[in-house]
């Protein structure tokens, strides 16, 4: 490894080892060395599975290393290649060779092909895209400067930063959990795509952390946000390449983007970390094409010996190769696949006899609903002021059991009033923004909007706005339609301007508004 200056750490001694004793204990592996005179030149770790009256020759730790490559002298990969395949080929019937995880600038991949193609061996290639930053090619202030801006990240952090301290640091072996606990939540309604899927994934991870001063270091960052952790990377650094492996934020404060902020700083400090390439890993989600300076290629290669129960396994294999590659290509097909699929899943499997109601009511708003909010105007009201208290983020926060509620609110530049009897409004001088219909109206200078407001404390909060902040026009908003309501805001002086509807299936929505003459 130190000869070829290895930078993959999926084949890092340590790395292997320890998936072997958590994860590959009943995977039939085999470490096959090449000798030439006596003296070895490289290693070949593969897994080997019967399948359909074939053998199955992949390379270890198939769904857990996202690179993966033989261990070979790079000036001896000329020879050893087309020894070990032919090895392989010759020595074992109905061989299938299904080969993952490499990389396009790999020589193991030139020499791979290059021996398929001297041989006439039917070949099907399924590729990837890794993305990443080639750290010493660039200005970082320069770098730095338009992705800041991007997707509103700026705007988004100095949001954040107004309801609290934000902080980034290194996560200790001991707070482990904490980071097993928040990618559980993120992936709780999703279907489960994840490397941390269950506990002896976990342990594997955990155990990668005592690895210290070895070419291949496990980097565990997190942002946090008053001390409480919101979002984390979980990486490995390699002689100088830094390979980000697993990314995960606290989905309460998913419209503050704590994963893009917290990775975006890791970027910025990159160098003093001694990171020359910042790998972004396989995959063209947006965020990551929103950062790379170069692309590479990782490859799947499958082919196999001339005997047709091999040759049926390849085009099973092949078969859904091409399904995978279709469906992960189109992004709204993923995100229907993770997320419509997966809540809807997790709604059924946690359908209990006591809440099955209200589990098929939830499922059923998910996949369709009608949504109607009236919003109504007052420039006038009493005199009969009230005694509402200012609350802060950190305050709520310990009352409110709905955090990404309250997030939310803040985002969209809310502030909570607490009144004596411990209820919550909430105020927002900008605009009226109603969430549930898609609705966005700015607001006039001397405005207020009021959300989730009681009824019997309606003009107090009104006169209390009035007196405390000079307001002269105040809007509300209500989903209620009975008589006596209307009435009763007619009565404060209330009256209704707009009407706003939504209609909503399997998360494409029609919002329609109609106005009403005030």
């Known amino acids: 490894m ?21 994860l590959g204990k009943d995977k039939n592996i085999e470490i096959l060395v090449v000798e030439d005179n006596d003296k070895w030149i490289g290693f070949f770790p593969f897994q080997f599975t019967n399948k359909w009256n074939s053998t199955l020759v992949e390379f ?29 080929i010759t ?44 750290i010493e090619s660039i200005d970082l202030n320069d770098y730095m400067k338009p992705r800041k801006k991007l997707h509103g990240l700026n705007r988004r952090e100095k949001r954040i930063q107004l309801i609290g301290d934000l902080t980034t640091a290194s996560v200790d072996p001991s707070d482990m959990e904490t980071v097993f606990s928040l990618h559980d939540k993120h992936w709780k309604q999703k279907l489960d795509t994840s490397k941390f899927k269950n ?54 404060y998913n419209l503050y983007s704590p994963g893009r902020i917290l ?45 047709w129960p091999a040759k049926l396994l390849v085009q099973l294999i092949k078969s859904r190769g091409y399904v995978r590659t279709v469906l ?49 105007h007052q420039c006038k009201g009493n005199s009969a002021i009230g005694d509402f208290q200012l609350m802060t983020h950190e305050e709520i926060m310990k009352e409110e059991k709905e955090f990404h509620h309250v997030n939310k609110k803040f985002y969209s530049g809310f502030l909570p009033y607490r009144a004596a009897d411990a209820s919550i409004f909430w105020v927002n001088a900008r605009a009226i923004r109603l969430d549930e219909v898609d609705y966005l109206q700015t607001l006039p200078k001397q405005s207020f909007f ?13 006169s209390f706005l009035r007196h405390e902040h000079q307001v002269r026009d105040i809007y509300i908003s209500t989903t209620k339609r009975d008589e006596s309501l209307t009435k009763h805001l007619s009565y404060l002086g209330f009256t209704k301007v707009n009407c706003i509807s939504k209609i909503s299936m399997f998360n494409k929505a029609i919002t329609s508004i109609t106005s009403r003459s005030s």
């Open 263 to 307: 990775m975006n700083k890791l970027i910025e400090h990159s160098r003093k970390h001694g990171i020359k390439i910042f790998d972004l890993s396989v995959g063209d989600d947006p965020y990551k094409l929103d950062w790379n300076t170069g692309l590479d290629t990782v490859n799947n290669i499958l082919f196999s010996s001339n005997e």
């Open 91 to 134: 020595s074992i019937p109905n061989v299938v060779f299904n080969l993952h995880g490499l990389l396009s600038s790999s020589k193991t991949t030139t020499n791979i092909m290059g021996y398929l193609k001297s041989r006439d061996y039917p070949t099907t290639i399924f590729s990837s895209v890794t993305p990443y930053i080639h």
């Open 328 to 376: 992960n290509k189109n992004h709204n097909m993923v995100l229907f696949k993770r997320q419509i699929l997966g809540r809807t899943s997790h709604l059924l499997r946690h359908v209990k006899d006591m809440n099955w109601l209200k589990s098929l009511t939830n499922l059923r708003g998910f996949l369709f609903s009608n949504k109607s909010l009236d919003v109504y």
């Open 450 to 462: 009021v959300n989730e407001w009681q009824v019997h404390q309606l003009p107090e909060i009104c």
């Open 199 to 252: 506990q002896a994934h976990k342990d594997f991870y955990h155990a990668l952390l005592s690895v210290k001063d070895r070419p291949i270091e496990v980097k565990v960052d997190a942002l946090f946000l008053n001390d409480q952790m919101i979002a984390f990377t979980y990486g490995f650094m390699c002689r100088g390449r830094y390979v980000s492996f697993i990314i995960g934020h606290d989905d309460d």
């Open 2 to 22: 130190e000869s070829n200056q290895n930078t993959n750490p999926f084949i890092e001694f340590e790395w292997i080892v320890h998936w072997w004793l958590h």
């Open 60 to 88: 270890v730790a198939r769904d857990e290393a996202d690179y993966m490559d033989v261990i070979v002298y790079d000036k001896d990969k000329k020879a050893a290649i087309p020894f070990i395949l032919n090895y392989l």
